[in-house]
């Protein structure tokens, strides 16, 4: 062992358990000090100081440090703690690691372009002052070159993907980091240090805690453990957000409050015990990491169709339609009811995720790529690979792209999904006294059926802003090039 110190960065992994650099480091060097940095290069460019995923990364940092403290004194080790930091990342880091003495900064690895060439830079400047840098492998299961086919090649469908990612994912993958082995390796926090506030950070208290989104590595466990009971129903419960179905853990996955691979050892000793939920579960893990696959591999996709050629489809410049769709009032309840639930909560559950993207690029014909800028905007579980590769699927430009001919029918997506109207009743309350046959579609309500309901169109609820059957018939006019 290195009698040196270290500097762990942590980013998206605000937890210190099952943390793949943190339990390098402490391996590795006799003192660890970790840092966490409030980035300007991304916070200055945020359309609003009222944004939830501040607060959220805001509160679990301030656990993060507590906890921090905790394994340390648990190891013996008296004024441990997590080093804060507001500024450009690049900048904060190099000083940082100049004025602690370090030898070397480990991170755990990103991989989207933006956090690549910033790492880079870190790397290089680190370099200059003989400061080593290395990164790991934490946030996702398998990563990069890890999972290719028999010629070596990433793979474009995610279905032999996944058999290939199953039968990698073996023990010695999922097993957790033991970082307290060696927490008495963390350094005694600086003096002076102190926790900025969110204020200081110049943002704004939301209303993360109205809606029930617990923070930090607590609760991301409590949520977990509310779930598991849950878990063998996942298959069948998953798809109809008026049910409590799924995990609501993607914003802790998001942020690395909870670990990836804790999640996938209790999905796989569920799914190896023939429990259908969990095997379900498990898939949908593997569709993140393919995400990320992608996106490392394939970085145009940020800008471009996965699919070169569909880079030729003429989306329409529709303004009017654009605006309807993100205020929620198209005239197609579930669709209004989703875009409601995200301006309200931050949230979207993943089909209404899929109908709302395929209602705009498949019924409104406008890019995919503004509606996956809007979810970039509004999401507090936005991550690039994951949106990116949901919006592509869904307007069938992406990798294993839902074939272009099959278009999401916003009607019966609702009859089946939400048959008794009750999420759309939750978010689009003026539609409360519609009955359950008709609250799917109420344009198709006779004017007395209206009227016994209390519903005027165009004052009470909007007209549909578009005929279904007429813009699937543009769609695949649009797709045939």
Same mark, same amino acid.
Request: aromatic fraction near 10%; proline fraction near 5%; include cysteine.
């Given at each position: 062992m290195s009698s040196y110190s270290a500097l762990v960065w942590i /980013? /998206?992994?605000?937890r210190c358990d099952d943390h793949a650099a943190l339990y390098e480091a402490l391996r590795r060097f006799e003192h660890v000090h970790c840092a966490f940095v409030f980035?300007?290069?991304?916070?200055?460019?945020?359309?609003?100081?009222?944004?939830?995923?501040?607060?959220?990364?805001?509160?679990?940092?301030?656990?993060?440090?507590?906890?921090l403290q905790k394994l340390a004194e648990r190891a013996g080790v008296l004024g441990g703690g997590l080093i804060v930091r507001h500024g450009s990342a690049v900048e904060c880091i190099v000083q940082l690691a100049q004025s602690l003495g370090v030898v070397e900064v480990l991170t755990n690895r990103d991989y989207e372009p933006q956090a690549i060439a910033r790492d880079q830079r870190v790397k290089?400047?680190?370099?200059?002052?003989?400061?080593?840098?290395?990164?790991? %492998?934490?946030?996702?299961?398998? #990563?990069?070159?890890?999972?290719? @086919?028999?010629?070596?090649?990433?793979?474009?469908?995610?279905?032999?993907?996944?058999?290939a990612w199953l039968q990698k994912m073996d023990a010695f993958q999922l097993k957790a980091y033991p970082v307290e082995k060696y927490a008495h390796h963390l350094a005694i926090l600086p003096k002076s240090e102190v926790l900025p506030t969110l204020e200081d950070l110049g943002f704004v208290r939301t209303n993360l805690q109205s809606i029930d989104l617990p923070v930090g590595m607590l609760g991301a466990q409590d949520l977990l453990k509310n779930f598991l009971p849950r878990l063998h129903a996942y298959k069948d419960a998953r798809d109809y957000p008026a049910r409590k179905g799924v995990s609501y853990l993607s914003v802790h996955l998001r942020f690395g409050t909870v670990s990836i691979r804790q999640l996938a050892r209790l999905a796989q000793k569920q799914a190896l015990e023939g429990d259908e939920g969990a095997q379900t579960w498990l898939s949908e893990l593997a569709w993140r990491d393919f995400y990320f696959m992608i996106l490392w591999h394939y970085p145009h996709v940020v800008t471009h169709s996965f699919r070169p050629a569909y880079d030729d489809i003429q989306w329409d410049d529709a303004p009017d339609l654009w605006q309807a769709w993100c205020e929620g009032r198209t005239g197609y309840p579930l669709v209004d009811a989703a875009m409601r639930q995200l301006h309200q909560t931050g949230y979207m559950h993943n089909r209404l995720r899929m109908i709302v993207a395929s209602f705009l690029t498949k019924d409104l014909g406008i890019d995919w790529r503004k509606g996956e800028q809007y979810f970039a905007a509004h999401l507090n579980d936005y991550d690039l690979a994951a949106n990116n590769g949901g919006w592509q699927w869904s307007a069938s430009t992406g990798c294993d792209a839902q074939p272009w001919f099959r278009i999401f029918n916003p009607i019966t997506q609702s009859q089946r999904f939400d048959p008794d109207g009750k999420?759309?009743?939750?978010?689009?309350?003026?539609?409360? %006294?519609?009955?359950?046959?008709?609250?799917?579609?109420?344009?198709?309500?006779?004017?007395?059926?209206?009227?016994?309901?209390?519903?005027?169109?165009?004052?009470?609820?909007?007209?549909?802003?578009? #005929?279904?059957?007429?813009? /699937?018939? /543009? @769609?695949?006019?649009?797709?045939?090039?």
């Open positions: /980013r /998206r992994d605000l980035d300007t290069d991304i916070l200055d460019v945020l359309p609003s100081k009222q944004d939830r995923r501040v607060e959220f990364i805001h509160g679990s940092v301030l656990q993060l440090h507590e906890n290089n400047a680190l370099q200059q002052q003989g400061i080593a840098f290395s990164d790991y %492998k934490d946030q996702v299961l398998l #990563d990069r070159n890890e999972v290719l @086919t028999q010629k070596g090649q990433p793979y474009n469908v995610f279905t032999p993907y996944k058999r999420f759309i009743r939750r978010y689009v309350p003026e539609l409360t %006294k519609v009955c359950n046959k008709h609250i799917h579609f109420p344009a198709g309500m006779t004017s007395f059926e209206l009227q016994d309901c209390g519903v005027q169109l165009g004052r009470d609820y909007p007209h549909p802003i578009v #005929d279904h059957a007429v813009a /699937r018939q /543009r @769609t695949l006019m649009r797709f045939n090039l």
